[in-house]
Every structure is written in structure tokens, then in C-alpha cells.
Nanobody
Framework: QVQLVESGGGLVQAGGSLRLSCAAS????????MAWFRQGPGKEREFVAA????????YYADSVKGRFTISRDNSKIAVYLQMNSLKPEDTAVYYC????????????????WGQGTQVTVSS
């Protein structure tokens, strides 16, 4: 079993920054690619960013490209999401996810999920 725990969420003003962290524990050999998804009020969970095991391949949703950066530290089995120039529409619960295979954008292809961390951006 794999456990993912997110941290770093909070309340920030528009234009501000936050850095989310996700730490993996348990059977971490089952985790290769990792990703961030988010779910805003009344919306479906959507893809934000994904990263390969090596960190050499990253994917971003168009809505966050140029503002968010995903990275990972394999010595700590952790993934991060640096969020800059935040907008009110970025308000959501952010979820960390992992899968054994390569990085994907489809949430249905991820096997492991964290409980989420709330990000609220005020205007």
C-alpha cells in the first residue's frame, strides 16, 4: 500500500505564491510517475501537472502553464508544486497522485491518491 500526504495549502491573495508538497510512504517502489490534480467547487477533478520518475518529462494543463512548476525529490519520495501568479480560479482542493507507469494526464490512470489540501485565492 502507498500513502500520499499533501501539505502547503492555505489562503493567499491573487498574484501570490504557494508551494505544495506531497510525501509518499509505504510501498513506494510502486510509484513511478506523480501528478497533481485539483477539484474546484462544483467542478470535476482536473489535471494540473505530472512528472516522470526522472523528472525529465513534465506535463501541464494549459490553464497553469508558465505559472506552476512541478518537481520531485526521489531521495525523499516527494513531489512539489510551485504555484506563482495565483488567480481566484485556482481555488480548489489539490490532490497528489501516483502510478507505477509513465506520466499521464488522465486521472483514471492513477492508482494512489492523497487526501487533498485546500488552496484558496482571494481577489
Amino acid at each position: 500500500q502507498v500513502q500520499l500526504v499533501e501539505s502547503g495549502g492555505g489562503l493567499v491573495q491573487a498574484g501570490g505564491s504557494l508551494r505544495l508538497s506531497c510525501a509518499a510512504s509505504g510501498r513506494t517502489s510502486s510509484v513511478n510517475a506523480m501528478a497533481w490534480f485539483r477539484q474546484g467547487p462544483g467542478k470535476e477533478r482536473e489535471f494540473v501537472a505530472a512528472i516522470s520518475w526522472s523528472g525529465g518529462t513534465t506535463y501541464y494543463a494549459d490553464s497553469v502553464k508558465g505559472r506552476f512548476t512541478i518537481s520531485r525529490d526521489n531521495s525523499k519520495i516527494a513531489v512539489y508544486l510551485q504555484m506563482n501568479s495565483l488567480k481566484p480560479e485556482d481555488t480548489a482542493v489539490y490532490y497528489c497522485a501516483g502510478r507505477p507507469g509513465i506520466a499521464r494526464r488522465n486521472r483514471d490512470e492513477y492508482d494512489y491518491w492523497g487526501q487533498g489540501t485546500q488552496v484558496t485565492v482571494s481577489s
